[in-house]
């Protein structure tokens, strides 16, 4: 019997390749301009977009992040 090995080629994992456009940054909670959802300042960075000397990863480097407003 001709037996094929798998089905799926490559599971897409998540590894943003780096670079192109992002649909959202680490950080955010939902994408810009969702219904709900607004600037933060990035609580990893505190707005400053930088974590010691380096871009901050959780809002890549621009200190805010995107998030749903009211709740708490
Ligand atoms: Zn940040």
Redesign the pocket.
Known sequence: MDRSEGGKGQDQASTPAGGGSRPMKP?SEAPAGTTGTGDDL??????????NGAP??????????TEGIGGG
């Open positions: 950080g990035c609580p990893a960075c505190a707005g400053s977009g930088q974590v901050c990863p959780n809002c890549d480097g621009t200190g805010v992040v």
